[in-house]
């Protein structure tokens, strides 16, 4: 069962930059996608941003929700399965709880229910 650690989140004014990361117990797997959803009070789960990777051969693949192109910048670590999803240029409407999830097998991948494994949430406040 593989658990998600993550860290970072905050609170920060409008414009500001803050860093999220999502580290896996198990990094076993030759492939996986690893996802940051967003969850705002009153409204649904949504895709931010996902990265696929693949170790052999090497592949990484970035997806972005239309909302966060060009602010926000995911990357992973193929040493251990990682995630970490840079946000700069936030906004007020980007305060949410964020979520890392992740599988090994996903076909869409800003899609929440793709994924099995989920991590426990951080908080994003812009104010």
């Known amino acids: 069962h593989v658990q998600l650690v993550e860290s970072g989140g905050g609170s920060v004014q409008a414009g500001g930059s803050l860093l999220l990361s999502c580290e896996a117990s198990?990094?076993?797997?030759?492939?996986?996608?690893m996802g940051w959803f967003r969850q705002a009070p009153g409204k649904e789960r949504e895709g931010v941003a996902a990265?696929?990777?693949?170790?052999?051969?090497?592949?990484?693949?970035?997806y972005y929700a239309d909302s966060v192109g060009g602010r926000f910048t995911i990357s992973s670590d193929n040493a251990k399965m990682t995630a970490t999803l840079e946000m700069n240029s936030l906004k007020p409407e980007d305060t949410a709880m964020y979520y890392c999830?992740?599988?090994?097998?996903?076909?869409?991948?800003?899609?929440?229910?793709?994924?099995?494994?989920w991590g426990q949430g951080t908080q994003v406040t812009v104010s």
């Open positions: 198990e990094y076993t797997y030759n492939h996986y996608c």
């Open positions: 999830a992740a599988d090994t097998s996903i076909v869409f991948p800003l899609r929440r229910n793709e994924y099995t494994y």
């Open positions: 990265v696929y990777a693949a170790i052999r051969p090497d592949d990484v693949r970035s």
